[in-house]
């Protein structure tokens, strides 16, 4: 008994060719078509700006060394100022923190010290950008929670 094969129709053929092209995947593309592989290279030289990516890693890595880093830098020029406040039970409290003289406010934030349960429902800047307001709720009907509001400030 002979098994014959029906020969494959031109569209079986067709998706065959283009399973394994997919399968190949972009190295079998640049592989086939030199046209394709020039261009991927070019490609990749724009933007590298020209520089392979060791002479890129050597150039990051001499500006690395010679340009202090932004915690050396800005460290002078950032100040924390703070103000303790105390919630009674059930009650709201609008807390300001001022910067020194010629300083603005970047961010701000508060802590608290105590059990209860404070949260705080607006945290935004003074509108003349010279210290930091907290609006704190306490949730708690019996607990007086403590703690600080802090302002960061810019030189």
Known sequence: MSVRFKR??????????????ALGGTAGAVAVVPLAKRAL???NA????GFTPVQLGVILLKASQQV???????????????????LTP????IVN?????GQKAVGGGFITRTTGLVASVGSYPMPDGSGWVEDLQNFS????PQGTVFATCLK
């Open 97 to 101: 923190v001022s910067c020194g003289a």
């Open 46 to 49: 724009k933007k590298l700006g």
């Open 41 to 43: 290279v070019a490609d």
């Open 90 to 93: 059930s009650q709201g409290e």
């Open 68 to 86: 202090p880093g932004p915690a050396s830098t800005a460290a002078g020029l950032v100040t924390t100022s703070s103000a303790s406040f105390t």
């Open 141 to 144: 009907d019996t607990l007086t």
């Open 8 to 21: 494959p129709s031109p569209a079986f053929v067709v998706a065959t060719i283009a399973l394994f092209v």
